[in-house]
């Protein structure tokens, strides 16, 4: 065959961004796209616990043979720990090793496809990360939103978004963040998530946790709460997890899908179909970067200097964050700039238009998406004043459409 006449694929929406700033020539530009965690100095270091464990497991190894389908129990276990504590009486959770936390969706969606039967609904909160999209459509599931962020003052729109998730039907999925929402920072409190779970017990469908960042909102013990509160109340559900995030091992893939069925038999079934499922997407699991986080989740000491150098970054943000409402403060005092405070994790959705993000790009070099979402640590003692000089003159230049 001959392929026939084709377009270029639309750029990603975060990824084509970095891809366009890279080629961009101008010295100060400055990409705050990427959800990449980048220290005062603008770079992405390798945390000394991961150097450890690294150095330790390149030691020891004997042999880059496959991994098993779901990986080393050991890291399932360290993984479920990490969320749930000493998970001895857990007996119906089950955990599969997956390439990052997007691999661990992709695992989740066609799992919940294939025992749920095709042709299911995903409901996404609006706005969400854009991926998520693609993977739910991709295992074959028409998409839908619910309500979640209220622009006006800045928090979470509870009842209209309880009023939409009464119209998800059993079997459909609904994404949730645990924390640090992906892009506006707004959270959910713990007795949301109570309610969650009576809504889906009642409904039928069922919540799908994209715990991406934990440890960048609070401690871990702290934001994986939400996590602790749907086991409790005896919910089914799906928790994908990145360590991305919070071991810096972005290129390294290391996420894990937790399933929490109703008894051990089922959990152990679901399994089943989950590395059935992973066996045709990727066959195996990446094994390297797992086993860094397995040896850091298992042994005391890398454990307690890892949980240093999470809070460490925790401390970053929190003061990058504070740092940018106080600059746009500064320059902009006719605008309540609060909410960039009470926002969470890494990222800050800023109120700004894709007419303003459009200008900051092409009349400044500063990369963010269309929707306004801002990475607060891309932001450094030495460009802080540079970016809120420009969005104070995008925001007194650029009429809305």
Not at 38 to 60: F, I, M, W, Y
Request: proline content about 6%; overall charge neutral; aromatic content about 8%.
């Amino acid at each position: 065959m001959s392929w026939p006449s084709v377009q270029p694929a639309p750029a990603d929406p975060i990824l084509g961004l970095t891809e366009a700033w890279r080629a961009d020539p101008n010295p100060r530009k400055v990409n705050l796209g990427v959800g990449v965690f980048q220290d005062e100095h603008g770079r992405t270091p390798v945390l000394p616990s991961v150097k450890a464990a690294e150095t330790a497991l390149v030691a020891a190894e004997t042999t880059k043979n496959y991994w098993p389908i779901a990986g080393d129990p050991e890291y399932g276990r360290r993984v479920a720990e990490m969320m749930w504590g000493d998970v001895e009486g857990v007996a119906r959770v089950r955990v599969i090793c997956a390439p990052g936390g997007t691999g661990a969706l992709r695992v989740g969606a066609e799992l919940i496809a294939t025992v749920a039967g095709r042709g299911r609904t995903a409901w996404l909160s609006r706005p969400t990360w854009p991926n998520h999209r693609g993977i739910f459509a991709a295992a074959g599931f028409a998409v839908r939103e619910y309500a979640y962020y209220e622009a006006a003052r800045g928090g979470v729109d509870r009842e209209a978004m309880f009023a939409a998730l009464q119209q998800a039907r059993p079997g459909d999925a609904v994404v949730l963040h645990a924390g640090c929402h992906n892009p506006t920072g707004t959270d959910l409190e713990l007795e949301d998530w109570r309610r969650i779970a009576a809504v889906a017990l009642d409904q039928g469908w069922l919540p799908v946790v994209d715990a991406a960042y934990l440890g960048f909102g609070g401690t871990i013990e702290e934001d994986a709460a939400p996590l602790r509160a749907l086991l409790e109340t005896g919910v089914d559900f799906l928790v994908a997890v990145s360590f991305s995030k919070n071991m810096g091992l972005y290129r390294d893939r290391v996420g894990a899908l937790a399933i929490v069925a109703r008894d051990a038999a089922t959990a152990e079934a679901l399994l089943s179909h989950a590395r059935a499922a992973a066996r045709v997407l990727y066959s195996n699991p990446p094994a390297h970067g797992p086993q860094i986080a397995m040896r850091i989740l298992g042994d005391r000491l890398l454990r307690e200097m890892w949980t240093r150098e999470v809070a460490a970054m925790r401390e970053r943000l929190a003061r990058a964050r504070e740092s940018f409402a106080e600059a746009l403060t500064v320059r902009l005092p006719d605008r309540d700039w609060s909410f960039i405070r009470r926002q969470r994790g890494m990222f800050s959705y800023t109120g700004l238009t894709r007419a303003h993000a459009e200008w900051l790009r092409e009349q400044r070099s500063i990369y963010m998406t269309g929707d306004g979402r801002v990475n607060v640590v891309g932001l450094t003692p030495v460009n802080l004043d540079y970016v809120c000089d420009s969005i104070a003159e995008a925001l007194q230049t650029v009429r809305p459409s």
